[in-house]
């Protein structure tokens, strides 16, 4: 059974950071691309960043320059980053493992950016 789990998550202010990890479990890590989504009270969810197997990455233009993904496939893991965040930053992040038509979900973790 996979299992996607977030944490790190919380509530902080405007400028500061956040670290957020995603441990996975149930499947050959290494072989997934692995990404980072939010969803903001009322809006879609979206892409925040993407990483390969092989650490490619790919950001959102919202992010470039202040989030940075990576994974320790050793450890089975994902992070991500977040500096300088922002009001706008507020929403639920999602861990996501894909590859090929496989798709996996965590349940989410809070992250809350007071002005």
């Known amino acids: 059974q996979v299992q996607l789990l977030e944490s790190g998550g919380g509530l902080v202010q405007a400028g500061d950071s956040l670290r957020l990890s995603c441990a996975a479990s149930g499947l050959t890590f290494s072989r997934y691309a692995m990404g980072w989504y939010r969803q903001a009270p009322g809006k879609q969810r979206e892409l925040v960043a993407t990483?390969?197997?092989?650490?490619?990455?790919n950001y959102a233009d919202s992010v470039k320059g202040r989030f940075t993904i990576s994974r320790d496939n050793a450890k089975n893991t994902v992070y991500l980053q977040m500096n300088s965040l922002k009001p706008e930053d507020t929403a639920v992040y999602y861990c996501n493992a894909y590859y090929y038509v496989t798709n996996y979900w965590g349940k989410g973790t809070l992250v809350t950016v007071s002005s």
């Open positions: 990483i390969t197997g092989v650490g490619r990455t």
